[in-house]
């Protein structure tokens, strides 16, 4: 797949999924405009990437007028705008019962706003190219988890959004898809990872045996935004694995 003079704006580019993403893109030839809160990180992943097709922009998705300089800012440097990866989140454990309403308003906030201003932000410039949005969902967008209410609420709003989006813009020549990934070992699940009887879990309802990396994603990002997926739009892709193929059902042991 090929993103020569493609712009791309990649969020959450500083760690996990975005980071590899943008990697990806880059190494596809496209320009690539970093977006993240964490500076430190956004300077590491920019220094790896080469400077004349890159742009590091130090921002909060959940701050409409910044998300808004962010679109400007990356058509102003490479002249337009090609493909919007909404990718920046946050995770917070807990039922409702659990989730106070500060954390319930960042969860929303930074998964689910973010994905609307940018989208918002980016559409008339995407409109101009035939460009694309891939959002990053999440399984946990797709059904519910055991004690991730606030998540669950956020990603399920990321899938339908997605869906409306697409049936949206499709005529004016925008397609917008989902990732729905299972888990990936990312700096996001660093500590879930470590502890071994969580780990085992997971690794027990994947089908294929094994956690994700994000470069499973970053290769599945690039194909819902190249032309090979010209004729796809309003697709929430779980890649995952096999554990969506599942029915949850524990295995049954005939006597
Ligand atoms: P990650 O390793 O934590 O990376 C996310 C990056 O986004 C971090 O650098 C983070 O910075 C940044 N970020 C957080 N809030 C932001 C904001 N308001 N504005 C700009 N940047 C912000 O997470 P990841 O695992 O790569 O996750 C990426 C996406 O995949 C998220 O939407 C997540 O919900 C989704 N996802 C992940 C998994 C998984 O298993 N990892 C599974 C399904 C879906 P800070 O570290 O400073 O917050």
Aim: glycine fraction near 10%; proline fraction near 4%; hydrophobic fraction near 45%.
């Amino acid at each position: 797949m090929k993103f020569s003079d493609k712009t791309v704006i990649v969020t959450g580019a500083g760690a996990g999924i975005g980071k590899a993403t943008a990697t990806a893109f880059s190494q596809a030839g496209a320009n690539v405009v970093l977006v993240d809160m964490d500076e430190e990180r956004l300077e590491e992943v920019r220094a790896d990437l080469p400077a004349d097709r890159t742009l590091a922009l130090p921002v909060d998705v959940s701050d409409a007028d910044a998300v808004g300089d962010m679109v400007e800012k990356a058509v102003e440097r490479f002249g337009h705008l090609d493909v919007l990866f909404n990718n920046a989140g946050i995770l917070k454990k807990g039922s409702i019962a659990e989730t106070d309403r500060e954390d319930w308003r960042s969860i929303m906030s930074v998964n689910l706003d973010g994905v609307f201003y940018g989208s918002k932000a980016a559409l008339p410039h995407l409109k101009e190219r035939g460009g694309c949005i891939v959002n990053t969902a999440s399984l946990s967008g797709l059904g519910a988890d055991r004690g991730m209410a606030a998540y669950n609420a956020a990603k399920g709003a990321v899938v339908n959004l997605t869906r409306a989006m697409a049936v949206d813009h499709a005529r004016e020549g925008v397609r917008v898809n989902a990732v729905c990934p299972t888990f990936i070992s990312t700096p996001m699940t660093t500590e879930m990872e470590e502890d071994d009887e969580t780990r085992e879990a997971f690794l027990d309802r994947i089908p294929m045996g094994r956690l994700g990396e994000p470069e499973d994603i970053a290769r599945a990002v690039l194909f819902l935004a190249s032309q090979d997926a010209g004729f796809i739009t309003g697709v929430n892709l779980p890649v995952d694995g096999g554990v969506s193929a599942s029915n949850g059902q524990p295995a049954y042991e005939a006597a």
